[in-house]
């Protein structure tokens, strides 16, 4: 084996053997970098591709990820942990090349939540899984009716200084927990792109989902006595039009891009009824499924969703800062 092509169609495999529900192509970068490594000398080379990329202040992806960001996507065939072992040493080696940022930089690897072999090899290495894109794929025997003690309904422009508080609150706590980082202009960024979707997203339900996926994006607000208490912001994706690759199966899906409760009214069944008719809506839309990204590290996210029927897909791998990959 000694093409990248061997390699991709050898790792694809395996992936299906792992995991029926990873998507039938790895996605690359088309303007990735190649890298190559050897496990040992002799041995047939592994490869990838790497991406090195930095966000400009005041942009809204500045608040999921660092300033710089180095990402490897591998090729190991059918060796996940001294495939990946090798990348990484290379990896860490082209990285200390570029002199990156002392501070607000990473490495990044997404792989597989279930290959463990090459999570041994990451952990070596010193990264750490700060996120997991989770999938709901069936419909999970967990309950799909609303409690009745809060009302559910889509959140219109009225809302929006509802909308950007429990945005925030969101925000800030999954900044002490995984990948999110709180900047000073969080508050503004989060109010223009929601002052934004709630105007497409109240649109009256019944419209075509694929219409929706570049409009009406649901925005549900859980309340009680007319007081806001919780918020699932939600939207859709459809893969068939992605055609540089996507991480997910065919078709469209729910996705769940925040979900945020009121401190002090935690662990009282808002959550699982905002999910209840997120999930209802996506049902009714003939999504393929769901999905959402959570921080392993959260004490409440992980245990909430599974509980909802969603689990790991992809573990998406950082080191903080870039300087301390080993």
């Given at each position: 084996m000694?093409?990248?092509q061997?390699?991709?169609d050898?790792?694809?495999?395996?992936?299906?053997?792992?995991?029926?529900?990873?998507p039938?192509?790895?996605?690359?970068?088309?303007?990735?970098?190649?890298?190559?490594?050897r496990?040992?000398?002799?041995?047939?080379?592994?490869a990838?591709?790497t991406?090195?990329?930095?966000?400009?202040?005041?942009?809204?992806?500045?608040?999921?990820?660092?300033t710089?960001?180095?990402e490897?996507?591998?090729?190991?065939?059918?060796?996940?942990?001294?495939?990946?072992d090798?990348?990484?040493r290379?990896?860490?080696?082209?990285?200390?090349?570029?002199?990156?940022?002392?501070?607000?930089?990473?490495?990044?690897?997404?792989?597989?939540?279930?290959?463990?072999?090459?999570?041994?090899?990451?952990?070596?290495?010193?990264?750490v899984?700060?996120?997991?894109?989770?999938?709901?794929?069936?419909?999970?025997n967990?309950?799909?009716?609303?409690?009745?003690?809060v009302k559910?309904?889509?959140?219109?422009?009225?809302d929006?200084?509802?909308?950007?508080?429990?945005?925030?609150?969101?925000?800030?706590?999954?900044?002490?927990?995984?990948?999110?980082?709180?900047?000073?202009?969080?508050?503004?960024?989060?109010?223009?792109?929601?002052?934004?979707r709630?105007?497409?997203?109240s649109?009256?339900?019944?419209?075509?989902?694929?219409?929706?996926?570049?409009?009406?994006?649901?925005?549900?607000?859980?309340?009680?006595?007319?007081?806001?208490?919780?918020?699932?912001?939600?939207g859709?994706?459809?893969t068939?039009?992605?055609?540089?690759?996507?991480?997910?199966g065919?078709?469209?899906?729910?996705?769940v891009?925040?979900?945020?409760?009121?401190?002090?009214?935690?662990?009282?069944?808002?959550?699982?009824?905002l999910?209840?008719?997120?999930?209802?809506?996506?049902?009714a839309?003939?999504a393929?499924?769901?999905?959402?990204?959570?921080?392993?590290?959260?004490?409440l996210?992980?245990?909430?969703?599974?509980?909802?029927?969603?689990?790991?897909?992809w573990?998406?791998?950082?080191?903080?800062?870039?300087?301390?990959?080993?």
């Open positions: 000694n093409n990248a061997e390699l991709l050898a790792q694809q495999e395996r992936f299906r053997r792992l995991d029926p529900a990873l039938d192509s790895y996605p690359l970068p088309r303007d990735g970098e190649p890298l190559v490594a496990t040992r000398p002799g041995e047939p080379p592994v990838g591709l991406t090195h990329t930095r966000q400009p202040p005041g942009s809204l992806p500045s608040l999921w990820t660092t710089e960001t180095h490897l996507f591998p090729l190991v065939g059918d060796r996940p942990h001294e495939g990946m090798a990348l990484l290379a990896f860490g080696k082209q990285v200390a090349s570029r002199s990156p940022a002392e501070t607000d930089s990473s490495c990044l690897v997404t792989w597989p939540s279930r290959d463990v072999r090459a999570s041994r090899a990451l952990l070596d290495h010193g990264f899984p700060l996120s997991c894109l989770a999938v709901r794929t069936r419909a999970p967990v309950d799909t009716e609303l409690s009745g003690t559910v309904r889509r959140a219109g422009p009225p929006l200084d509802e909308v950007v508080e429990l945005a925030m609150a969101e925000l800030e706590y999954a900044a002490l927990v995984g990948s999110s980082v709180l900047r000073p202009d969080a508050a503004e960024l989060k109010r223009s792109v929601l002052r934004v709630l105007r497409s997203g649109s009256p339900r019944g419209t075509s989902p694929r219409e929706n996926t570049t409009g009406g994006d649901p925005v549900w607000l859980a309340e009680r006595d007319e007081e806001v208490l919780g918020l699932a912001e939600c859709w994706v459809d068939e039009s992605h055609h540089g690759g996507h991480r997910l065919t078709g469209l899906w729910g996705y891009n925040c979900l945020s409760v009121r401190e002090d009214q935690r662990g009282t069944g808002i959550g699982r009824d999910m209840a008719m997120a999930h209802s809506d996506f049902a839309a003939g393929v499924g769901s999905f959402l990204y959570y921080n392993p590290a959260n004490p996210s992980p245990v909430f969703w599974h509980r909802q029927g969603y689990r790991p897909l573990t998406i791998w950082e080191i903080r800062p870039a300087t301390a990959l080993r």
